[in-house]
């Protein structure tokens, strides 16, 4: 039971999904009739889907050439699967079926297919950004865009909609000619003319020379020129720049100040530490020195006492001695490196021997 409705549901959704999507698919019928160009976009629309065409047969069949290089349509087909593009002096044309001869000034082409026409001797001087190798089709008509200023000129004007982002629709009129690069075809005179310059008053944007006739009804600039900022500009970035630079250095350098006196404090500290280890390895060596010359018979525990209990024995040195002052956590190997140290300058202090300092330290 449940299997039944849900089968029904997806035929359903097939059957909707194919009526909202009424092309046809390749060997599936179509008319050629049906095939026109759209209201909106002026793009060719026909029956078949976007990778077959009709064919005379009345069928969809797969195309058999593209015109773009990325041509709409084939999502996940490899690059290399596509058909293939035409060769020079041939065009795909938008139906797609197979790659046609270029066609001679006079002869006819689909809308805005100027590819379609076979290009003037001199293209290379007639090529221009509102032309395609020299040629133009107006009208379903191939013709040369070379008509000079003052002379008769043909036009062909196409409505386009456009949709704002709200949704509203508004109509908008893009305006052809044959008329040579740098000129225009006046509507009313049917006479190329100059284009004006920025600034001047406009009523479309095939009379501006920059193609940007502005909305106050002036040529402005083309959509595609570079901005050039003004003097002003380059000394506020400078100056930006520079401000930035000097702040950085000088906030290291007030960085490095403090470190440089947490180091030197550091360093004071230590040095004050390794003088009075030395001092206290120095003065325990007098000590030692003074109790080998007590007189003998003098007993261990009175010599002891006599330097660190008892300052009235006489010792004057006693007084002297101070507490080392070795701190215990310090670093062992600095600790072990300090003692070894003084211990050869001790025993080359004790027998006399200068020398043996610098033999051992290397
Ligand atoms: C219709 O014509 C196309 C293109 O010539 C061909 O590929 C296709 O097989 C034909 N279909 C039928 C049913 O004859
Ligand atoms: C214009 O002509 C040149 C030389 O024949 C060719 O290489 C180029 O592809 C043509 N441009 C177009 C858009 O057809
Ligand atoms: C433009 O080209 C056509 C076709 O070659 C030619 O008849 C016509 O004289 C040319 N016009 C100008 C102004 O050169």
């Not at 009345?58 to 290399?80: E, H, L, M, Q, W």
């Not at 020129?225 to 520079?242: F, K, S, W």
């Not at 930035?244 to 350098?253: A, E, H, P, T």
């Not at 300052?311 to 006693?318: E, I, L, N, T």
Request: some cysteine; glycine content about 8%; aromatic content about 10%.
């Amino acid at each position: 039971m449940s299997r039944i409705s849900s089968k029904t549901i997806f035929l359903g959704i097939v059957g909707l999904a194919s009526f909202a999507y009424a092309k046809s698919g390749w060997g599936e019928a179509c008319s050629q009739a049906n095939s026109h160009l759209d209201s909106d976009t002026w793009a060719l629309d026909s029956d078949c889907d976007a990778t077959t065409y009709c064919a005379d047969n009345s069928t969809c069949a797969y195309r058999g050439c593209r015109k773009d290089i990325y041509p709409f349509g084939y999502n996940g087909v490899a690059f290399d699967q596509l058909p293939a593009l035409c060769p020079l002096g041939q065009f795909c044309p938008d139906e797609g079926d197979r790659c046609l001869d270029q066609v001679p000034v006079g002869g006819s082409c689909q809308k805005d297919r100027d590819d379609e026409c076979a290009p003037p001797p001199d293209w290379n001087d007639l090529n221009g950004y509102l032309n395609v190798n020299g040629t133009v089709c107006l009208n379903f008509v191939c013709q040369y865009a070379n008509v000079t200023l003052g002379l008769q000129c043909i036009l062909e004007n196409t409505p386009y909609t456009g949709y704002l982002d709200s949704g509203a629709q508004y109509a908008f009129v893009i305006s052809r000619d044959n008329c040579a690069n740098g000129l225009y075809c006046d509507g009313t005179a049917m006479q190329c003319m100059k284009d004006k310059a920025f600034g001047a008053a406009c009523t479309g944007n095939k009379e501006c020379l920059s193609y940007n006739c502005g909305s106050d009804h002036k040529c402005g600039r083309a959509a595609d020129e570079p901005i050039h900022p003004g003097t002003y500009a380059y000394v506020l970035v400078g100056l930006g720049i520079t401000i930035l630079i000097l702040s950085v250095m000088i906030s290291l350098w007030f960085v490095h100040r403090r470190s440089r006196k947490e180091n030197q404090i550091k360093l004071e500290q230590y040095y004050n530490e390794q003088i009075a280890y030395r001092q206290s390895i120095m003065s325990m060596s007098h000590a030692k020195n003074s109790l080998l010359s007590l007189p003998p018979n003098t007993s261990a525990d009175q010599a002891r006492r006599s330097i660190f209990a008892d300052p009235d024995d006489g010792f004057a040195s006693a007084h002297d001695l101070s507490v080392p002052n070795i701190r215990r956590d310090s670093s062992a190997a600095w600790s072990d490196a300090a003692a070894s140290d003084s211990e050869i300058l001790l025993n080359g202090e004790r027998n006399g021997e200068s020398s043996a300092g610098p033999r051992y330290r290397g």
